[in-house]
């Protein structure tokens, strides 16, 4: 079958249409000529005649990025505490950008000096041993690419009614005393003590001066500002694992200790908040996740899920970290909807939001990872529905 031809319903195409079809496919397929692309005339525009701005310190976006920034949501004469979460219908690739990566604050943002800040490990060990941020420095450092995402994240899936959301309202030892248990056998494996990210120090309100890592658990468990770990028999019951973050189930009980962020996937383009322009060639983009490994596979639907066309993974696919995937849609100016679902190495497929309902029930607040759906009206209107 030629790439241009639907492979499921509603004008999903092959996927391999942007990676062997060219610019001139995609043009004829969106309905612009390529004579008329190459005879528009390239004006002098001012900028090109007059010196720019000057150098600054640290570098920031382009003014006309305005829209590219970061929703806070706290409760009413508590600035501190609440959620400010990432525009990722706006962002591309897999890495997010150290201005705009999701915060998740109980008590504010400490301001630490990093020269007076200890860490502390102790508990059931020899001896306990506490570091400054200068002898921590003095160990190996590495480099590691991995997803940190809050187990509340798309809690407001499991309401009865689909909320107007995006997908940026659907997605972190402060004042608080934030505390988890943690498997030895995971800080033994691949957690590390995180002190960079993206090339440069932790910012405030993801930890500085440090934090701890934990590649594929829910972030509630990477403690910002982390101050000591101790090593204990079994876990400590916190406040933070028996009233917050556990899992509701059918018969009323609470699962606790649940670690890992199940496979998880998310159409961002297009999406609420961006407006398709009339009909003709779009490509389906979003990303796609897993605490058990890495993502295999990402199936995209333009009907609601009644049939499916597989998405191409863009490289690299690492292990418990960001996948971006995408798909070529000719959409003909009907109503759409848009969903995908993500299968992981260990062979677990994202359920769809009735699926998981009907394990869980309606009453559950914590580690929703659903198929979340989009519909696109005939006037290119994107909203979050129930399908």
């Given at each position: 079958m030629p790439d241009d031809q639907p492979v499921a319903a509603n004008g999903l195409l092959d996927r391999r249409l942007f990676l062997q079809g060219g610019a001139g496919t995609a043009l004829a397929l969106s309905g612009i000529s390529s004579s008329a692309a190459d005879g528009e005339e390239l004006r002098v525009e001012p900028w090109m005649k007059l010196p720019g701005s000057p150098f600054v310190g640290y570098g920031q976006p382009s003014r006309f990025e305005d829209k590219v920034v970061r929703v806070a949501a706290n409760p009413p004469n508590a600035p501190g505490t609440g959620a400010a979460r990432t525009p990722l219908h706006r962002l591309n690739g897999t890495i997010t950008p150290n201005g705009l990566h999701f915060e998740r604050s109980h008590s504010g943002i400490p301001d630490i000096d990093p020269d007076a800040h200890r860490f502390l490990i102790h508990g059931l060990i020899k001896r306990p041993l506490v570091f400054t941020l200068e002898t921590l420095s003095r160990y190996p450092v590495e480099s590691r690419i991995a997803f940190i995402e809050c187990g509340g994240n798309g809690n407001q899936?499991?309401?009865?009614?689909?909320?107007?959301?995006?997908?940026?309202?659907?997605?972190?030892?402060?004042?608080?005393?934030?505390?988890?248990?943690?498997?030895?056998?995971?800080?033994?494996?691949?957690?590390?003590?995180?002190?960079?990210?993206?090339?440069?120090?932790?910012?405030?309100?993801?930890?500085?001066?440090?934090?701890?890592?934990?590649?594929?658990?829910?972030?509630?468990?990477?403690?910002?500002?982390?101050?000591?770990?101790?090593?204990?028999?079994?876990?400590?019951?916190?406040?933070?694992?028996?009233?917050?973050?556990?899992?509701?189930?059918?018969?009323?009980?609470?699962?606790?200790?649940?670690?890992?962020?199940?496979?998880?996937?998310?159409?961002?383009?297009?999406?609420?908040?961006?407006?398709?322009?009339?009909?003709?060639?779009?490509?389906?983009?979003?990303?796609?996740?897993?605490?058990?490994?890495?993502?295999?596979?990402?199936?995209?639907?333009?009907?609601?899920?009644?049939?499916?066309?597989?998405?191409?993974?863009?490289?690299?696919?690492?292990?418990?970290?960001?996948?971006?995937?995408?798909?070529?849609?000719?959409?003909?100016?009907?109503?759409?909807?848009?969903?995908?679902?993500?299968?992981?190495?260990?062979?677990?497929?994202?359920?769809?939001?009735?699926?998981l309902i009907a394990r869980r029930g309606a009453k559950a607040f914590y580690h929703f990872n659903g198929v979340t759906s989009w519909g696109v009206t005939e006037i290119g209107e994107v909203k979050h529905v129930y399908a």
């Open positions: 899936l499991y309401q009865k009614d689909a909320a107007p959301l995006n997908v940026q309202a659907l997605q972190g030892a402060d004042a608080a005393g934030m505390s988890r248990s943690v498997p030895l056998a995971k800080a033994m494996d691949d957690a590390l003590i995180a002190l960079y990210q993206n090339g440069e120090r932790i910012r405030p309100s993801n930890g500085y001066p440090m934090r701890l890592l934990l590649p594929g658990y829910e972030g509630n468990m990477q403690v910002k500002w982390l101050r000591r770990i101790k090593v204990t028999e079994g876990p400590t019951m916190t406040k933070d694992e028996t009233s917050k973050y556990t899992m509701l189930l059918l018969d009323g009980k609470s699962l606790q200790f649940v670690f890992p962020i199940e496979a998880k996937s998310v159409i961002t383009q297009p999406s609420p908040g961006l407006v398709m322009n009339g009909p003709g060639l779009y490509e389906i983009s979003g990303i796609a996740w897993s605490g058990y490994g890495k993502i295999t596979k990402v199936e995209v639907s333009a009907d609601g899920g009644k049939t499916w066309a597989p998405a191409a993974l863009q490289q690299p696919v690492l292990s418990m970290a960001l996948t971006r995937f995408r798909v070529p849609w000719q959409w003909s100016g009907g109503p759409a909807i848009l969903q995908s679902r993500a299968t992981d190495g260990s062979g677990y497929v994202q359920p769809t939001r009735a699926e």
